[in-house]
């Protein structure tokens, strides 16, 4: 299809291991975004990539989170040691330009849901 | 302090008839968009409407339209003739000045009776 893709859709992992998260944007999309979205609350920002350049990582909420866009298209969230605080829907989502024009809306993937055992 | 609020957690609503949810915000910019989503149980955050701070008329997309009252910093959504298919979370959010990142409120879960 033509939208955003992210995989796994669900994730068990054992606290203490390691996650990928993958985010595949629209295709020719400038911008990604990375959010984290506990349950029964909005979306919470997590990291912003303007092609391969991570421009902001502010919400990475600790020193365990990495993201990557090594190419400008795909990106890839990993989590180190997951604790059970991690536990939630991380939701990628890409947009053409950046800043307030309407056509940079941002379109966003299904999320992966990730539950830290 | 919370740049998005809406204080509806949950709303019923018979089909066919409108359901208003509130959203107001907090920003000094006066540049700044105001977004709506739809998370159906799905997960998938779907964009329904956006308005512009230097918009002199209130958006309007199909059954969707923005009862955006500027003095107020008040961005309700309206859905007109609701259906069974409107049932979901609705998020209301904000980009500031040429900020990049959205932020969300809590959201209001709707759900709609036959």
């Known amino acids: 299809g033509a939208g955003v893709s992210q995989s796994p859709r669900y994730k068990v992992a054992k606290r203490g291991q390691d996650v990928a998260l993958r985010c595949d944007p629209i295709?020719?999309?400038?911008?990604l975004f990375w959010y984290q979205q506990a349950l029964g609350q909005g979306p919470e920002f997590l990291t912003y990539?303007?092609?391969?350049?991570?421009?902001?990582k502010s919400g990475l909420p600790s020193d365990r989170f990495f993201a990557e866009r090594p190419e400008g298209s795909v990106s890839t969230l990993k989590i180190q040691r997951t604790q059970q605080e991690d536990s939630a829907v991380y939701l990628c989502a890409s947009s053409l330009g950046v800043g307030l024009a309407p056509n940079n809306e941002q379109f966003f993937g299904p999320g992966t849901r990730l539950t830290v055992l | 302090a919370q740049k998005i609020t809406q204080t509806q957690p949950g709303m019923f609503v018979q089909e066919k008839e409108a359901v208003t949810l509130d959203c107001t915000y907090d920003t000094s910019d006066q540049s700044y968009g105001l977004f709506w989503y739809k998370q159906p149980s799905s997960g998938e955050m779907i964009f329904l409407i956006y308005?512009?701070?230097?918009?002199?008329q209130n958006a309007t997309e199909g059954r969707y339209s923005l009862n955006f009252q500027k003095a107020r910093k008040s961005a309700n959504l309206v859905i007109s003739a609701s259906q069974l298919g409107d049932s979901a979370m609705y998020f209301c959010?904000?980009?500031?000045?040429?900020?990049?990142?959205?932020?969300f409120g809590a959201g209001t879960t709707v759900t709609v009776r036959a």
């Open positions: 295709s020719g999309h400038v911008s």
């Open positions: 308005q512009g701070s230097y918009d002199e």
């Open positions: 959010a904000m980009r500031e000045g040429n900020d990049y990142k959205l932020s």
């Open positions: 990539f303007q092609n391969e350049a991570q421009l902001d």
